[in-house]
Every structure is written in structure tokens, then in C-alpha cells.
């Protein structure tokens, strides 16, 4: 008689369904496992005899064959594991179970040679596809038990070894294990309170966190470009709970969650080294993997030292800087991960990093900073909203302590900022994805606004795109402001992030 078990395998991001198929028959004792699995699934047979065996079962040695399907699909991860591991002890009637439990339920886990069923990837994604599929409920790891209860509507099974999923199968009056935790504030260590000066760098910050704006930070080398980065965090709203659910699938199904990171709760901060390759900023690989800017989704990308990146690098974020995504095609696959961040980026002027100081400290030729800053290229500076520069601090501004906002008194203006273009787009998007539609919709200018933008289009060169993201970013500011409308004031203020000499 042949068992079947329920499981999922997945293509990138995207979960599907996958039947394991169990059958033990006479013959020369054997273990073999067909349908495309990968290493990990070929190396599971020690740890599922071993598991079974320490568990207290006997088995029996026979022939047994495990089948995968669809077999032309491609399964990677230890998760399925226990899928086999059931499916071999029914099918060896070591254990009975209803055959209802069986088609309601999706088995996921890793087995050890003790029989412990272990923390694995994707849990998230299986138990959104049960959910979908009209499935009861999904049998998981107890480690991952904070992770699959993000999915409310469904039954989340949690169990710590093999006995455990035995008593489910045969018991229905199974006593699940439960688990509390309280959510956590986002409590940071860090604040804007902290930076002294740079007013124009805060409010920059500021826009780029009520509207998703993008910004690109040039200034000498201590002015503070990383210090007022990762503070962006600080002022950016908490994440709603599907972005939650969106976040922590991202981060399961890459293997970035454990038993101090069991779920997403705070938007993440991405800073990459700018020696990385382009695949782990982008994604790809031989099996479709997240890049880091798929694991800054709904959060920020931080490129520091950005020229010093790789070229190819720099040139593949135009798509997902425009678009929100990325496609990654291949010989053997095209897959679509999401991107949809807040990116900054933080250069020196040139190569020493001195050009914006007086006193003749920069000894760099006009030439060579000129070739330095072509290193970032129009395509890619077009696609970034707000350009500033920064410089040192002057002795005044150092020693002097005088009255700064705390990022609290700042997010507080984001939120309102935010909840503005909540009501004006039905939604949670921003102003930084309008369409042109919707650009012409909310983004109207009166005479006095529309005669300093044919000038600035004219002087400055304002391509298409560039033009829009002035409108864009103005619109951000008239909303910080409450402003029902685009003022002159606001075009003003979004020019000035535009007219940066090095940029």
C-alpha cells in the first residue's frame, strides 16, 4: 500500500504543493528517495532511520521507495524530513493514523538522529499555501511555533520530536503546546537627538521616510552621512501586520530567522560591504536565492561608500529602483523577488573626501573629482529623489549644545505625513509610487510653481523622471506640512535637493 503524505517544496519565494509518496515492499533492504531532491533531501535517510530508531520504533528492513511529486520540479530543504519519516512509519504500520488527518494536514521539520524535530526554513510560506489550498492546518517544528502563528485561520501544529507527531496522528484529543510572547517595542539605542547639526540632512530624512523617497548623501569623511542613516529607522512607522507577514516569509524562506529572531517585528536596515557580489545584492544564483535588496523589502538599503561598489552592481538597481521588484532570468529559471525599500547611499566628494572643506585641505584635481562622482551614473542618479551635500561641523556647531528634536517628535510628523497619503491612494502606498495618472490627479502646481519649474527643467536639465520625482517629493512636503495643496514653498524645497553641484 502506498502512503501519501502532504508537503510543499519552493521556487524562490513561491510555495507549492508536493505529494510524498511512500511504499515499502519486499526486496533487499534499501532506502531510496526519487522526484529531484536535492543534497539534503538524498543525505536525509540516516537521520530519518536513526530518528525513528532512537525514537523507539522498530523498522523493519525492506524496500522502501519515496517519490517526490511533481518529480519535475526541483525540491531543496531538510524540512522534508518528517513528511518521509511519517510517511515511512504508516506505511510500515508501526504507527495508524486517519486518513483524513492526512489530506487535511501539511508536514514540515527537520529530523535529528534523536528523533527532535528541528527549526526549518519556509514556514511561513507553507502555512500561507495551506491557507490558500483549504487546508486544516500545517504540522511544524515547536521552534518555529512563533513564526507559523502569523497566519491566523488555519491550525498550527507545533511539535517537539517524533512521539509528539505520533500522539497528533493517533490521538484526538492531542494537547497542542502552547507558546506566548509579547510583541516588542521598537526600542532603538540610537536617536536623532544624538546628531548635532546637519538640519538639512535631518530634513531630508524626514521626507524620505513619510514619502519612500530615495536619498544619496555626499560629505566629508565624519560629517556624520552613516550616523544620520541609520537613524531613518527610528522615524519610520512600525510595520502593519501583513507587512509582518511579508517581511518574516522573505526572511524564512532564507534561513535568516532563529530562536532570537523567530519572527520580523521592526522594518529591516540593510548595509551590505561594498565588496559584495552582485548576485547577493540582487538575488539569482544557481537555485533562485534572495538578494539583499529583496531583504530590505519594506525597510531601508544602506550603500555606503557607494562608488566604491561594483559598477554591475550599481547598474542592476536601476529596475528595482523603479519598479519595486526585481526579475531574475536564467537558463533554467526566471523568478520575481520583491524590492520595495527606501534606498540611501552616502559617498566623499573625491578621493581624499576633502572638496567641500576650506583651507586647501583637498588635494584632489577638478579631473579627478569629476571622474570620481562619474562612477554613479545619470541612470542611476535619476532614479534617486533627494541629493545632498554635507560638510563638517564648524567649532560653534560642535561645542554648542543647543535644543534637537528627538526622533520620536520626528516620527510623530512622518505618521501624520503617512496617514495622509493612506486616505489620498485608498491604501498603504506612497507618494513616491504614483503613476503618471496620479501625478496629474495630486501634483497640481499654480502659475507662480509652474514658472520656477520651467526654469529649473531648463537650467538643471531635468530629464522626464526627474521631473516627476520633484513633484513627487513636493508632495511629500506639502503633506508634512498639512497642506492641502503644492505651494511654492514645497517646489522650493524639492529643487533644493536637486542643485547640488557635485551631483
Do not use: W
Amino acid at each position: 500500500m502506498i502512503t501519501k503524505i502532504k508537503s510543499l517544496g519552493y521556487f524562490g519565494i513561491e510555495p507549492f504543493l508536493v505529494d510524498v509518496e511512500v511504499d515499502i515492499s519486499r526486496g533487499l533492504p534499501s532506502f531510496n528517495i526519487v522526484g529531484l531532491g536535492d543534497t539534503a533531501i538524498n543525505e536525509s535517510k540516516e537521520r530519518i532511520r536513526a530518528g525513528i530508531r532512537n525514537s523507539g520504533y522498530k523498522l523493519e528492513p525492506k524496500k522502501i521507495t519515496v517519490n517526490l511529486t511533481p518529480a519535475n520540479l526541483k525540491k531543496v530543504g531538510t524540512h522534508f524530513d518528517l513528511p518521509i519519516g511519517i510517511g515511512i512509519m504508516i506505511a510500515s504500520n508501526i504507527i495508524k493514523s486517519k486518513n483524513d488527518i492526512l489530506k487535511d494536514y501539511l508536514f514540515m521539520g527537520e529530523l535529528s538522529l534523536t528523533g527532535e524535530i528541528k527549526r526549518t526554513q519556509g514556514i511561513v510560506n507553507g502555512a500561507i499555501l495551506a491557507k490558500e489550498k483549504g487546508y486544516k492546518g500545517i504540522i511544524i517544528p515547536y521552534d518555529n511555533l512563533k513564526e507559523g502563528i502569523l497566519i491566523k485561520g488555519i491550525d498550527i501544529i507545533p511539535v517537539k520530536n517524533l512521539k509528539d507527531t505520533v500522539d497528533f496522528l493517533e490521538n484526538e484529543n492531542y494537547k497542542k503546546h502552547e507558546v506566548s510572547f509579547d510583541d516588542e517595542n521598537e526600542n532603538y539605542n540610537i536617536d536623532f537627538y544624538d546628531v548635532k547639526g546637519q538640519e538639512k540632512a535631518k530634513r531630508a530624512l524626514e521626507i524620505c521616510a513619510s514619502g519612500g523617497h530615495n536619498l544619496l548623501m555626499v560629505g566629508t569623511p565624519g560629517s556624520g552621512k552613516t550616523m544620520l542613516a541609520k537613524r531613518i529607522m527610528t522615524i519610520l512607522p512600525p510595520l502593519t501586520d501583513e507587512e509582518k507577514i511579508e517581511v518574516t516569509k522573505l526572511y524564512s524562506i532564507s534561513g535568516e530567522l532563529n530562536e532570537e529572531k523567530p519572527i520580523i517585528d521592526k522594518r529591516p536596515f540593510r548595509a551590505p560591504h561594498h565588496t559584495s557580489s552582485s548576485v547577493s545584492i540582487i538575488g539569482g544564483g544557481k537555485n533562485p536565492s534572495l538578494g539583499e535588496i529583496s531583504l530590505a523589502n519594506k525597510g531601508v538599503l544602506f550603500l555606503d561608500e557607494i562608488v566604491e561598489f561594483k559598477k554591475d552592481v550599481l547598474e542592476a538597481l536601476r529596475e528595482p529602483l523603479e519598479e519595486k521588484k526585481v526579475s531574475i532570468t536564467r537558463a533554467m529559471y526566471k523568478a520575481e523577488f520583491p524590492a520595495d525599500f527606501i534606498f540611501i547611499g552616502a559617498c566623499n566628494p573625491c578621493k581624499c573626501g576633502f572638496a567641500f572643506e576650506s583651507g586647501n585641505l583637498c588635494t584632489c584635481s577638478p579631473s579627478e573629482i569629476s571622474r570620481y562622482m562619474k562612477k554613479l551614473s545619470g541612470p542611476i542618479l535619476d532614479r534617486i529623489d533627494l541629493k545632498i551635500e554635507i560638510k563638517r561641523l564648524t567649532e560653534d556647531e560642535l561645542i554648542e549644545n543647543s535644543q534637537r528634536e528627538t526622533s520620536q517628535t520626528i516620527k510623530e510628523r512622518v505618521i501624520k505625513a503617512r496617514e495622509i497619503q493612506k486616505k489620498r491612494f485608498g491604501s498603504n502606498r506612497l507618494n513616491s509610487s504614483m503613476t503618471r495618472d496620479e501625478i496629474e490627479k495630486y501634483c497640481k502646481l499654480d502659475e507662480d510653481s509652474k514658472n520656477i519649474m520651467k526654469v529649473a527643467i531648463k537650467n538643471l536639465n531635468l530629464s522626464a523622471r526627474s521631473f516627476d520625482k520633484i513633484l513627487k517629493t513636493a508632495r511629500t512636503i506639502s503633506d508634512l506640512d498639512g497642506a492641502k495643496n503644492i505651494e511654492k514653498i514645497h517646489i522650493l524645497e524639492a529643487l533644493s535637493y536637486r542643485t547640488d553641484e557635485f551631483l
